[in-house]
């Protein structure tokens, strides 16, 4: 992964003048390559400021990344005490100066010994200065608080055009030059020494506010070059000084189309199908015991699980205060924390200030290089400063994390009465998704909600989601939504039974409808067998009866005819035409 | 005052010996730092001689050396300023920047108090 640094990188051209790589983080980028090669630059700052360690930083890392010698001039801290208080950096200035690359002066002038007594120079400084640049051939040269001269020795006139001598002679001798001063109280050395030495001044501030102090370096000024002129926030840490050059960029990032799940399958299918955006900025919101750490745990574990880097900010708990609340809900962080997937950064945000903060951050992603973030919460960084600097810092965070296509998942602590706008507004514009956790009350019971805000660039799921926290993890189901509103929790469950048992209910009566139909139908086939048993036995009966009928007209008609025959003799011949007709319709 | 006399123009010991003879191995140890010929240089070498001879009567090692030649002297008598005369022996180490002109009084006048009591 590629993180830029988003600093002052000015487009000067080089070949104008030369610059002296420092080594130090950051530093060669606000001065766009480092120090004017060749010449003296100004350090001042206050007390604590570290004035001392960047010029030391400036002559190791010259020593051993730039192969350029260096003499250490101290007037203050002799060689063992300036050893022993580099070396918390890393730094092996002892083994340096035995492998003669550099050398240490510490010039001791004890007041009390010394007596002025007409007019003197500083010939014995240039002297020992040249002798020990002379014998290692060095390049560069520290001079560490001069200022004591003016406290040891006597006739500031001369002192004052002896040191104008010393850094014009520095500049003859082609070395590049560190002068540490103490800062004045009007002026920006309290001997006034950015007379002499006005090519580079840098200015180092150590500043207290609200309980909270943070180092600062400005370059008040660098001759013939562009330079960063910001203050700058920086770190002493395990190795050395790191400038952090946070300016906002421009809206340039690149975007990927690829997608990173949840880790939680229901959520997934809220966002789409297929979760957030890789390297998109999240945010989760939600009142005190709605579950943002989980969900941010559960991500990170999906993400560790994935084989991706996780780099967990935590401001409110300790790495094994989470590990082992995860554990309740079946979740197991520490194997991922063994193989060096996960990493957590916890620290109390009062700390130290918001860009101390920014800066430890920033320090951390650049050496871990993660490809998911996880800041939990962000509102408690945001409580340091005011509304305008913690959503500048956040601004500058999403930026960062931004251009190096992090993922990253904030949470932040809602508090119970403020409406969601307000207590949101500041950030929820920058961010790319947004996921709502909720607290439903009712029934004598809390129970959590989620639902996704907004989610740029993708379909998502306008539905209001239960979540249930288990011994197994997060397990997202519908809430139950109906005349009622929504329900949650028991209620849920009480109405799913309800429901359950109207079915059941139903199912019964369509039963027993089905029954009586059933009934209804046997009774009518039961009826209609009786009544074609009556019809049969009736036709039957007809059936005789007709027969009885038949027979017996033949019988009538046969005793007729015999009747006729015993009385035909005369009538046939007499109504013949007649009788035929009437014996025909007999017949018939 | 390149090499000849820089080149530790030393002050052997005289073998007048003002002091009382008691305190004989009391003697003044003085040496005197300086960058070059140059005017000034100069001046602090006539000036100490001068003190050597007139008020210590000889009854002082000292030892001129010049930075140039021998840089790494420099460094490990913690020389800022030149001339720089260190008095060595008698217990305070002190040390007088300049030319010696302007307070060279002070210079005799603390060394003045020293020899009294010796002396005395």
């Not at chain 1, 469950?493 to 048992?501: M, R």
């Not at chain 2, 840089?71 to 920047?97: C, G, H, S, W």
């Amino acid at each position: 992964m590629k993180i830029k640094t988003n600093g002052f990188t000015p487009g000067a051209p080089k070949t104008l003048l030369p610059k002296c790589p420092t080594g130090i983080q950051g530093l060669d980028e606000i001065t766009g390559g480092g120090l004017p090669r060749g010449r003296p630059t100004l350090v001042c700052g206050g007390a604590g400021c570290g004035k001392t360690l960047l010029a030391a930083e400036f002559l190791v890392r010259g020593a051993v990344q730039f192969g350029e010698p260096g003499v250490l001039m101290a007037f203050e801290e002799t060689e063992k005490e300036l050893t022993a208080n580099v070396a918390s950096l890393g730094f092996d200035l002892a083994g340096l100066v035995r492998r003669k690359k550099i050398v240490i002066d510490y010039v001791h002038i004890e007041r009390s010994e010394v007596q002025a007594s007409g007019e003197y120079d500083l010939e014995g400084l240039f002297v020992r200065l040249g002798h020990a640049i002379d014998s290692i051939g060095a390049k560069r040269v520290v001079l560490d608080t001069l200022e004591v001269l003016f406290a040891s020795l006597p006739n500031e006139a001369i002192l004052r055009s002896e040191l104008r001598r010393l850094f014009r002679w520095l500049k003859d001798k082609g070395v590049t030059a560190v002068i540490t001063a103490e800062r004045g109280r009007e002026s920006l050395t309290r001997h006034g020494l950015e007379e002499y030495v006005s090519d580079c001044v840098i200015l180092l501030d150590h500043r207290v506010n609200d309980q909270i102090a943070t180092r600062h370096l400005r370059v008040v000024k660098y001759r013939g070059a562009l330079h960063g002129t910001n203050e700058f926030p920086f770190l002493i840490g395990d190795e050395g000084i790191s400038v952090l050059p946070i300016t906002s960029l421009a809206l340039n990032h690149e975007v990927s189309t690829e997608r990173i799940a949840t880790g939680i399958p229901r959520l997934d299918a809220m966002l789409g199908g297929k979760g957030f955006f890789c390297g998109s900025s999240i945010l989760v919101t939600g009142t005190a015991g709605t579950g943002k750490t989980i969900i941010s745990s559960n991500f990170a574990q999906a993400a560790g699980r994935r084989g991706e880097r996780v780099l967990f900010f935590s401001f409110e708990e300790s790495p094994n205060q989470i590990i082992r609340n995860m554990h309740s809900i079946g979740l197991r962080m520490e194997p991922l924390v063994k193989r060096g997937l996960l990493r957590f950064h916890s620290q109390r945000p009062s700390l130290c200030g918001l860009e101390m903060h920014l800066a430890t951050m920033f320090k951390e992603i650049a050496t871990f290089k993660p490809q998911v973030v996880i800041v939990d919460p962000i509102t408690s960084l945001m409580e340091l400063g005011t509304v305008s600097e913690g959503k500048g810092m956040v601004t500058r965070l999403i930026d960062y994390l931004k251009a190096g296509q992090v993922t990253t998942l904030f949470t932040s602590l809602t508090q119970g009465g403020h409406t969601l706008q307000q207590s949101e507004g500041g950030m929820s514009s920058l961010m790319d998704a947004w996921l709502l956790l909720q607290d439903f009350e009712g029934n004598g019971e809390r129970n959590r909600v989620l639902y996704v805000l907004k989610a740029r660039g993708m379909k998502h799921s306008n539905q209001i989601r239960e979540f249930l926290i288990s011994d197994h993890g997060i397990d997202v189901v519908d809430a139950y939504i109906g005349a009622s509103g929504v329900l949650t929790g028991s209620a849920r469950v009480a109405q799913a039974d309800l429901e359950k048992a109207a079915v059941l209910s139903s199912q019964q009566e369509a039963a027993q409808l089905k029954r009586a139909v059933e009934r209804k139908r046997a009774a009518l086939e039961r009826q209609i067998s009786d009544l074609r048993a009556d019809y049969e036995t009736e036709a039957l009966e007809l059936r005789r009866i007709a027969e009885q009928v038949g027979t017996r007209t033949l019988l009538l008609g046969t005793e007729r005819t015999a009747s006729g025959i015993l009385r035909q003799a005369d009538a046939k011949a007499a109504v013949h035409p007649r009788g035929r007709a009437r014996n025909r319709k007999v017949n018939s | 005052m390149t090499s000849p006399k820089s080149k530790t123009a030393r002050r052997a010991p005289q073998p007048v010996k003002k002091p009382p003879a008691g305190q004989s191995p009391a003697k003044y140890v003085l040496r005197l730092f300086v960058a070059g010929a140059t005017a000034r240089s100069r001046q602090a070498i006539l000036r100490v001689r001068q003190l050597c001879e007139t008020e210590l009567k000889g009854g002082c090692d000292l030892e001129v050396i010049d930075i140039y030649q021998q840089p790494a002297l420099a460094r490990i008598n913690q020389i800022v300023a030149t001339p720089t005369l260190i008095i060595e022996f008698p217990p305070p180490l002190r040390r007088f920047i300049g030319n010696l002109t302007s307070i060279s009084g002070l210079l005799v006048e603390l060394d003045l108090v020293k020899k009294v009591k010796l002396n005395l």
